[in-house]
């Protein structure tokens, strides 16, 4: 298993950040913005004056249309805090030229949505490449659910990330989850298999005609097991949306605390579903990587005597 755990680190969080500008000509501020920092998204940069990182001649400004006159100093500053705040969300486990792999924790989105922009493993992770280098770039990979912990990685180049997207079946060898759901399970292995589909409401569910839907395949393992829960050892053999959680309430044993999709119970306080392992070979150096985490606390501790 190749596995270089660290944080952030100390060495990028005392470097500061700053980037300094001078204004050539009159103008407005988000104009003279969007044309300095062409690199990020429109967005993005709005963002920089909504977190008041933005300073004009040493002043903190946040509105948009502010006017510029030539000679003017921009300064975009990080605040420290805002750094510490990732450092405490971002659990990087590995990191290389090619791709960063983290332990994404429960509850942060791996990209953003409607409603949701910032607080986003994509977002975080742009930030923190960008420490380096404001012209720094992450590309989305492969997705988690918001409430799902655990292993995803992000190409940090264009020619990596569409090498695993376009290959992502052939070179990944292992996705594996530790699950805690609801009750004890007769069959204490098995293989799931049925055809998602998808509502209007983005809803998931099965469908057991062949053909009818997206074709997918779960294999499971009891590891643990008490009265009232049992802790699953889980395999994908595809890697369809909210697939796990679908599985489970067609066996009738939902992921606790998965209200979505009619579990009853949440001992956790979160969803218990933790991405432990993934497994693939480099598309370039065909060399097997493997990453592993160690499930949650609050998963094995349910079935502690």
């Not at 300073?55 to 006159?69: F, I």
Request: aromatic letters at 6%.
């Amino acid at each position: 298993m190749r596995k270089e755990k660290r944080s952030m680190g100390q060495k990028e969080i005392s470097r500061k950040p700053d980037t300094e500008l001078t204004v050539t000509e009159s103008g407005g501020l988000l104009d003279f913005l969007l044309l300095k920092l062409s690199n990020q998204s429109r967005n993005n940069v709005k963002s920089l004056l909504t977190r008041r990182e933005i300073l004009v001649d040493g002043v903190v400004v946040t509105q948009y249309d502010h006017p510029l006159l030539a000679g003017q100093k921009i300064r975009i500053s990080r605040p420290t805090n805002q750094v510490q705040k990732q450092q405490g969300v971002l659990d990087i486990i590995y990191e290389d030229e090619d791709i960063i792999v983290i332990n994404k924790p429960a509850g942060l989105l791996s990209i953003s949505t409607d409603n949701e922009k910032e607080l986003t493993a994509y977002h975080l992770l742009t930030d923190y490449v960008r420490l380096k280098n404001p012209g720094n770039r992450i590309f989305v990979v492969h997705r988690l659910d918001r409430d799902t912990s655990g292993i995803l990685m992000v190409a940090k180049n264009e020619r990596i990330k569409l090498a695993l997207q376009d290959n992502w079946a052939d070179l990944v060898s292992q996705r594996a989850y530790m699950a805690v759901v609801e009750g004890q399970l007769e069959e204490k292995s098995g293989r799931i298999q049925s055809w998602l589909k998808e509502t209007k409401t983005r809803m998931m569910y099965s469908s057991g005609k062949p053909g009818d839907g997206q074709e997918s395949i779960t294999n499971y393992q009891v590891i643990k097991e008490n009265p009232d829960y049992s802790l699953l050892d889980i395999h994908l053999e595809t890697g369809r949306k909210n697939q796990i959680r679908v599985h489970m309430k067609d066996m009738g044993h939902n992921v606790v605390g998965d209200k979505k999709y009619g579990a009853k119970t949440n001992p956790l306080k979160r969803l218990g579903l933790h991405a432990y392992k993934l497994e693939f070979r480099h598309p370039f150096s065909g060399k097997v990587m493997c990453f592993q985490t160690q499930p949650p606390k609050s998963f094995t501790a349910l079935f502690k005597k």
